[in-house]
């Protein structure tokens, strides 16, 4: 019977290893998809690294239980239990090793060089806070042609950009409060009047807010849309699901042969950009599958810099910067290529800014 049980356990550790393996080098399987979305692990994997530390203490306590007994010469010390205990221990290794390969985003990172017309792009949701005070210094610091702000409070945005003289003027595009089924405040997204006209239309909606906008007149210029979908909390957890495949089919990262409202998206010739809090890493369903899409923030490492400790996330702002999870995105399909990106400093929101930079043929 306690062999029976030692190799039970035994096979039940290398079904882990197996397990986190496949997670870490195989995102795009649809296994691992699937696996990626459900509780628990989706939240693992939104924080590889912290995930790593506990698989490491596991494995370091297992392999030093396991030497203690056998340095006593406690019974049944040889033999399989000793070998659960080694794979436990190895089981703890790999869950490190795994949290380093999942702390990098799936692909590998370009080097980009500046083609045609540069934009800016920067995504920030605000929680509904006070913020105006330092968005109006990223606004006149950086100068964004493209602003996506989830969770805004529209009039006292517009209060702001009607009083502002510093910086870019901006047009603000947001869905009206009818036809959005939540009381979550609003995502807005301001674009620029140097960048050009735009206008509002229809298209597929997340659970929080998607705004869509098309060039009014320059077909050049990439369609927008700012995003928020719904989080991976208990009772929200199908509605994510949902989000996340909407968001990928928007962006190019998954194929979408049948989404209505689509097609002002998949037919701009300067491509898309969507942008905005998407609670979900590029490891998470349908977006591990990247085939026409390029998330910005991962696929640009800035020179010198070690690529884990570059992936910075965004939330939650009070962790540090590399414990923070990447649920924030800008993310390209046509002809758009990211040229660099950066986590902005903040304390009025719970969310970092993600400021990015793309090149457009």
């Known amino acids: 019977m306690k062999r029976t049980m030692s190799w039970a356990l035994i096979l039940f550790v290398l079904l882990l290893v197996g397990i986190l393996a496949t ?9 691992s998809r699937w696996l990626s979305t459900r509780a628990v692990v989706a939240h693992a994997l939104a924080f590889p690294l912290a995930m790593g530390s506990i698989g ?17 010469g406690r019974p049944h010390a040889q033999g399989l239990t000793s070998w659960f205990w080694i794979l436990l221990a190895v089981l703890g290794v790999v869950t490190f090793a795994s949290s380093i390969r999942l702390s990098m985003p799936p ?11 540069t934009l800016t792009v920067l995504t920030w949701n ?3 806070g006070n913020v105006e005070t330092q968005l109006g210094k990223l606004l006149e610091e950086h100068r964004p042609d493209i602003v996506v702000l989830p969770e805004t409070n529209s009039s006292r945005m517009a209060r702001f950009l009607a009083l502002s003289t510093n910086g870019p003027q901006y047009d603000l595009f ?5 036809s959005r089924a939540t009381s979550i405040e609003a995502t807005l997204v301001l ?6 006209a735009y206008r509002l239309v229809e298209g597929p909606q997340v659970t929080f807010d998607a705004v869509h906008l098309v060039p009014d007149k320059d077909p050049s210029l990439p369609a927008i849309v700012g995003v928020h979908t719904a989080p991976p909390l208990p009772g929200l957890m199908d509605a994510w699901r949902t989000d996340l495949q909407l968001v990928a089919q928007m962006s190019g990262c998954a194929n979408s042969p049948d989404v209505p ?4 998206i998949s037919s701009a010739p300067g491509g898309t950009i969507v942008a905005g809090d998407v609670n979900a890493t590029m490891r998470h369903g349908a977006l591990a599958q990247q085939r026409g899409c390029t998330d910005a923030s991962s696929k640009v490492t800035p020179s010198g810099k070690n690529r884990i400790l570059a992936t910075q996330g965004t939330w939650p702002a009070s962790l540090p910067a ?16 990211p040229l660099s990106a950066q986590v902005l400093p903040t304390k009025e929101s719970d969310h970092n800014p993600l400021l990015v930079t793309v090149g457009a043929k």
Do not use: N
């Not at 997670?23 to 296994?31: D, I, K, N, R």
């Not at 947001?174 to 009818?178: C, H, N, P, V, W």
């Not at 674009?191 to 050009?196: A, I, M, P, T």
């Open 322 to 337: 590399v414990l923070r999870s990447p649920i924030d995105h800008v993310l390209l399909s046509g002809p758009l290529t």
């Open 261 to 264: 409202g689509k097609e002002h």
């Open 191 to 196: 674009v620029s009047r140097d960048l050009g």
């Open 107 to 117: 692909g590998a990172a370009t080097d980009s060089a500046p083609q045609g017309r």
């Open 56 to 72: 490491v203490a596991c494995g370091v306590g297992a392999l030093g239980f396991a030497g203690l007994r056998v340095m006593r």
């Open 126 to 128: 605000t929680h509904d």
């Open 23 to 31: 997670l870490a080098f195989f995102p795009g399987f649809v296994f």
């Open 174 to 178: 947001e869905r009206s409060f009818a």
